[in-house]
T-cell receptor, first 113, second 114 residues
Framework: DAKTTQPPSMDCAEGRAANLPCNHS???????VYWYRQIHSQGPQYIIH???NNETNEMASLIITEDRKSSTLILPHATLRDTAVYYCIVRASPYNQGGKLIFGQGTELSVKP | KAGVTQTPRYLIKTRGQQVTLSCSPI?????VSWYQQTPGQGLQFLFEYFSETQRNKGNFPGRFSGRQFSNSRSEMNVSTLELGDSALYLCASSLGDRERTEAFFGQGTRLTVV
């Protein structure tokens, strides 16, 4: 699986969009980008994933650059409850590889009033 | 729909003892994975079971083992506990099929070895 690089921490004002970047310059063609978050003392929560097209769901949007070397997770209107560690994970063909997720250090997002 | 259930939530054991943790996946999920989380090493993959067979294994010593039952419930066992085994142990379940690949995590079991 390709290695990912994320900033260790970020701040965001409540109500504003939170844009969390992730670099994955060694990503290969069959690797997906997944985002999870972990609120303190809870299990990680799936947010979104994509291969090469931008994706949106009720929680967030995922923007993947055309060369797929980086991506951005966007929380459109951050709330205090979005304060968490956000993990960007790159993994090949989830079906073939099964449930194995390789977590990095993630980005600690602090949403402030 | 019930989420992933891990029992017990908290556990205190003595060095040298063994421990068994349990994970009940979401109904219909056939894949169960286990992770260890410590402040120093972060979240690390232990192993994954799919349809009662170990499908993936992380880089942990043989003291860490697991199994999965026909109803997809899984247990992990740690023998000869060491102080360094103190951690939050998380399990995650997923459908394990090609289309729906997201994993859902339980709240974890906090193990303290004294």
């Amino acid at each position: 699986d390709a290695k990912t690089t994320q900033p260790p921490s970020m701040d965001c004002a409540e109500g504003r969009a939170a844009n969390l970047p992730c670099n994955h310059s060694t990503i290969s063609g069959n690797e997906y980008v997944y985002w999870y978050r972990q609120i303190h003392s809870q299990g990680p929560q799936y947010i979104i994933h994509g291969l090469k097209n931008n994706e949106t769901n009720e929680m967030a949007s995922l923007i993947i650059t055309e060369d797929r070397k980086s991506s951005t997770l966007i929380l459109p209107h951050a709330t205090l409850r979005d304060t968490a560690v956000y993990y960007c994970i790159v993994r090949a063909s989830p079906y073939n590889q099964g449930g194995k997720l390789i977590f990095g250090q993630g980005t600690e997002l602090s949403v402030k009033p | 729909k019930a989420g992933v259930t891990q029992t017990p939530r908290y556990l205190i054991k003595t060095r040298g003892q063994q421990v068994t943790l349990s994970c009940s996946p979401i109904s219909g999920h056939r894949s169960v994975s286990w992770y260890q989380q410590t402040p120093g090493q972060g979240l690390q993959f232990l192993f994954e079971y799919f349809s009662e067979t170990q499908r993936n294994k992380g880089n942990f010593p043989g003291r860490f083992s697991g199994r999965q039952f026909s109803n997809s419930r899984s247990e992990m066992n740690v023998s000869t506990l060491e102080l360094g085994d103190s951690a939050l142990y998380l399990c995650a379940s997923s459908l394990g099929d090609r289309e729906r690949t997201e994993a859902f995590f339980g709240q974890g079991t906090r193990l303290t070895v004294v």
